[in-house]
């Protein structure tokens, strides 16, 4: 068995993303990181350290690079799920951490729980000396800027705000990894800073397993785009019950993804999932979702 890992830089519109040659520097290192973990450890480090890895960069919606709500406050919500114990860990609305992912693995490992929200979920990551978030970056606090007099301007209608024009400017980019290791075990982690201009206190698809990542013994997906859509689709239960049915990745994030677009409409979801062969694959409806994946001993493979 040859172990693998597959990222994705999140959902989007073209407009989101201007540099791609940064995205595809920035995916070949978070893959560097996975297969780095996976060579001595398990799948589940290899999506931990993948999503950190994105989680500190500052160029995806995640971690340091995460959007601003409404009143301008972060939220992020991670989670991480480990299939061979079939047992998940997930934080939401936390903005103490700077890599909520490590938080949610702790969740997972630690706690007995699975989701972790809020002022408890931040001060346990406060208690464990995780380290800090730095606060709103530079470009997210323009972003937010520029966003408020649009919501302003429109006469507080932040809620279309919410959903159209964040489709248009392609701020979906939550971050995901999917992996599956040497013995055949597999894992999913996805982490975001949410849908830009958010009520404060909405959670998303990233803390709920099922909905933004799973993994059990047949493969595991990661899923990005709208929350609302991807939880009332849980998209990466249906991938993962499609590989179970004999589908191939392909084919089960191309169902995945058709499904949700026959019921909800295009522009809202993509997805990345692996097999337990070690097979990976993703597939969209939005207009872009650079992803990639790389093998121990192999170059990355990107596709922006
Ligand atoms: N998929 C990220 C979010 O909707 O929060």
């Known amino acids: 068995m040859?172990?693998?890992?597959?990222?994705?830089?999140?959902?989007?519109?073209?407009?989101?993303?201007?540099?791609?040659?940064?995205?595809?520097?920035?995916?070949?290192?978070?893959?560097?990181e996975g297969v780095r973990a996976i060579r001595t450890g398990s799948a589940v480090d290899a999506v931990e350290a993948a999503v950190r890895y994105m989680e500190d960069s500052g160029i995806f919606n995640a971690g340091v690079g995460s959007v601003l709500d409404l009143k301008g406050g972060l939220s992020m919500d991670a989670?991480?799920?480990?299939?061979?114990?079939?047992?998940?860990?997930?934080?939401?609305?936390?903005?103490?951490?700077?890599?909520?992912?490590?938080?949610?693995?702790?969740?997972?490992?630690?706690?007995?729980?699975?989701?972790?929200?809020?002022?408890?979920?931040?001060?346990?990551?406060?208690?464990?000396s995780l380290p800090r978030h730095p606060g709103p970056s530079e470009r997210a606090i323009k972003r937010w800027k520029e966003l408020l007099e649009k919501v302003r301007e429109g006469g507080n209608t932040y809620y279309a705000l919410r959903y159209k024009e964040?489709?248009?400017?392609?701020?979906?980019?939550?971050?995901?990894?999917?992996?599956?290791?040497?013995?055949?075990?597999?894992?999913?982690?996805?982490?975001?800073?949410?849908?830009?201009?958010?009520?404060?206190?909405?959670?998303?698809?990233s803390p709920i397993p099922g909905a933004g990542f799973y993994a059990d013994r047949w493969g595991a997906a990661a899923a990005t785009g709208y929350g609302e859509v991807i939880i009332m689709s849980m998209a990466c239960l249906r991938a993962v019950e499609k590989l179970a049915s004999g589908s191939s990745p392909s084919e089960a994030a191309w169902l995945t993804v058709s499904s949700i677009t026959a019921l909800f409409?295009?522009?809202?979801?993509?997805?990345?999932?692996?097999?337990?062969?070690?097979?990976?694959?993703?597939?969209?409806?939005?207009?872009?979702m650079p992803w990639g994946y790389m093998r121990p001993g192999h170059r990355p493979t990107i596709y922006i």
Request: no cysteine; proline share 3%.
């Open 166 to 205: 964040a489709k248009e400017l392609g701020l979906l980019d939550t971050v995901g990894a999917v992996a599956v290791d040497a013995d055949g075990g597999t894992a999913a982690a996805v982490s975001t800073g949410g849908v830009i201009m958010k009520f404060p206190g909405r959670v998303g698809d």
């Open 265 to 288: 409409g295009s522009g809202n979801v993509g997805i990345i999932v692996a097999d337990k062969y070690g097979r990976v694959a993703a597939a969209r409806n939005t207009e872009v």
């Open 79 to 128: 989670g991480i799920m480990d299939g061979r114990s079939r047992r998940a860990g997930a934080v939401a609305a936390v903005e103490y951490p700077r890599n909520p992912v490590v938080l949610a693995r702790i969740v997972m490992e630690k706690t007995g729980h699975i989701i972790l929200a809020g002022r408890g979920a931040d001060e346990l990551a406060k208690k464990l």
């Open 2 to 32: 040859i172990p693998v890992v597959a990222v994705h830089g999140g959902a989007g519109s073209r407009r989101g993303w201007r540099n791609y040659d940064r995205v595809r520097k920035e995916l070949e290192a978070a893959l560097d």
